[in-house]
């Protein structure tokens, strides 16, 4: 079935610099991403969509300059969070829209984010 | 906008069925989702309803009535694995996109 490989799965990073996580589509074309922050015990909010070769469209409340979303190819998207502060800390997960099992959608295994 | 509830946690003895309730209001309804999701991991497809009626998948069925903004998920033969959070998901036409509601710790015990 369709696989999306989200790297790195933790990271830890120092307040004030960037982190940039990935996330490839596996043996199909993913022309739309869907990235989502999940905080300890809360469901997933989608922060932005990005569809390939075009600018993303971020939902309401999410700075897009904080959340860099770069989607240059059909198999891979970047969100890369920048300036992190502690409150960024959270569980970011991706999701590509797909064919197969999953009715049109696949996810990432997530990345665990932790600013200090 | 969109408005989707779920109860926050329910209990349950191994062996036994569970039922989580999920209402929801939006336009441009496109389906359900149900997914499962352990902590600290990516959620995992379980079912999607777009039709009323019920769709049975082993142990676990969903549920879904269109006029009544109304989906439940079913667990029987509870097992001990079972314990994660249920999470409802509703995916409008416009952009594809899916809003989920904020999930159901479901707790199994012996």
């Known amino acids: 079935g369709a696989v999306v490989s989200q790297h790195p799965s933790r990271v830890i990073c120092k307040s004030g610099t960037s982190v940039k996580i990935e996330c490839r589509s596996l043996?199909?074309?993913?022309?739309?991403m869907f990235w989502y922050r999940q905080f300890p015990k809360q469901s997933l909010m989608l922060m932005a969509t990005s569809n390939e070769g075009s600018k993303a469209t971020y939902e309401q409340g999410v700075e897009k300059d904080k959340f860099l979303i770069n989607h240059a190819s059909l198999t891979l998207s970047t969100l890369t969070v920048t300036s992190a502060h502690p409150e960024d800390s959270s569980f970011y997960i991706c999701?590509?829209?797909?064919?197969?099992?999953?009715?049109?959608?696949?996810f990432g295994s997530g990345t665990r984010l932790t600013v200090v | 906008g969109q408005n989707i509830d779920q109860p926050t946690e329910m209990t349950a003895t191994e062996g036994a069925i569970v039922q989580i309730n999920c209402t929801y209001q939006?336009?441009?309804?496109?389906?359900l989702f149900w997914y499962q999701q352990h902590a600290g991991e990516a959620p995992t497809f379980l079912s999607y309803?777009?039709?009323?009626g019920l769709e049975e998948k082993g142990r676990f069925s969903s549920f879904l009535s269109r006029s009544k903004g109304y989906s439940y998920l079913l667990l029987k033969e509870l097992q001990m694995k079972d314990s994660a959070s249920y999470l409802c998901?509703?995916?409008?036409?416009?952009?594809?996109?899916?809003?989920f509601g904020g999930g159901t710790r479901v707790l199994v015990k012996p």
């Open positions: 999701s590509a829209s797909s064919p197969g099992e999953g009715y049109g959608y696949t």
């Open positions: 998901a509703v995916k409008r036409a416009a952009g594809n996109k899916l809003t």
């Open positions: 939006t336009s441009g309804f496109n389906g």
């Open positions: 309803n777009v039709l009323d």
């Open positions: 043996d199909f074309q993913a022309t739309t």
